[in-house]
């Protein structure tokens, strides 16, 4: 069964508490938090204030996904707010050892981010230093996208990957146009933790979403 990760960029910011009590309240494991910084994408959505007002509500694992240029600007300030992971895009640093380094240092998990067009292998040299390592299944920069079929062949490398070298141990999350259908291609090929946004908080049940999820994999 896939753990589920709902993403508080399609909530109700004005109820935002309801919402992660809702989900938390309904088995979703870990909250994923996208920061976007209107350069790497195009949308602006929130940034490290929201980690002290959201940590008190929930024990659910934050998740904090950098969709930022140069994210180790920022890294230090998310570890101490309160982030039990940050990912960040290949695509977004030239050093993106030295971002993940600068993650682990603050004890906190490290994962690294690719997009639709990045091949595994730009990720490959760092695979032995993360803990998850996130594939995104639309471009990122909004919700409500449509999922990427394309992207399940580097799951199923990954997976190779993860299975074949003793010194890998990481998670392979999924993050865009996740819903009950998408979902299983997903799992099967070894996604074990899956980000949903506006199938979740777009509906008036969200846990009835949640449970949908992981009956879909639930095999
Ligand atoms: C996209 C974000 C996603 C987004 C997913 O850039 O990284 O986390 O919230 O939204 P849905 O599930 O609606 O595709
Ligand atoms: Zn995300």
């Known amino acids: 069964m896939i753990k589920v990760a709902p993403s508080i ?7 935002l508490q309801k919402s992660i009590e809702e989900v938390d309240k309904a088995g979703a494991e870990v ?6 910084d209107g350069d790497f994408v195009p949308s602006i959505s929130y940034g ?7 940590r008190p509500i929930t024990n659910m694992e934050l998740d904090c996904h950098l969709m930022v240029k140069n994210p ?25 050892h030295r971002a993940l380094q600068m ?14 067009g990045t091949p595994v292998a730009a990720i490959e040299p760092v695979l032995s230093m993360v803990d998850q390592v996130l594939v995104m299944t639309v471009n990122p920069g909004f919700g409500g996208q449509k999922f990427l079929p394309e992207t399940i062949k580097k799951i199923a490398q ?6 074949e070298n003793a010194d890998f ?21 070894g996604a074990n933790v899956a980000v949903a ?22 095999f």
Do not use: C
């Open 9 to 15: 960029l399609s909530a109700d910011y004005v109820n």
């Open 31 to 36: 909250l994923h938090i996208d920061v976007m």
């Open 197 to 218: 946004g506006s199938y979740v908080f777009g509906a008036d049940n969200p846990a009835e979403k949640i449970n949908a999820i992981k009956k879909a994999t639930d």
């Open 103 to 116: 993650i682990k240092n603050k004890g906190v998990k490290a994962e690294v981010v690719i997009n639709p």
């Open 158 to 163: 990954l997976n190779k990957l993860r299975n």
């Open 169 to 189: 141990d990481f998670d392979i999350e999924i993050d865009g146009g996740v819903n009950d259908q998408t979902v299983v291609k997903a799992y099967e090929a």
């Open 72 to 96: 180790e600007k920022i890294i230090d300030v998310f570890a101490d707010n309160g982030a039990d992971l940050i990912g960040v895009h290949v695509e977004a640093t030239p050093h993106i």
């Open 48 to 54: 490290p204030n929201w980690l002290p007002a959201i």
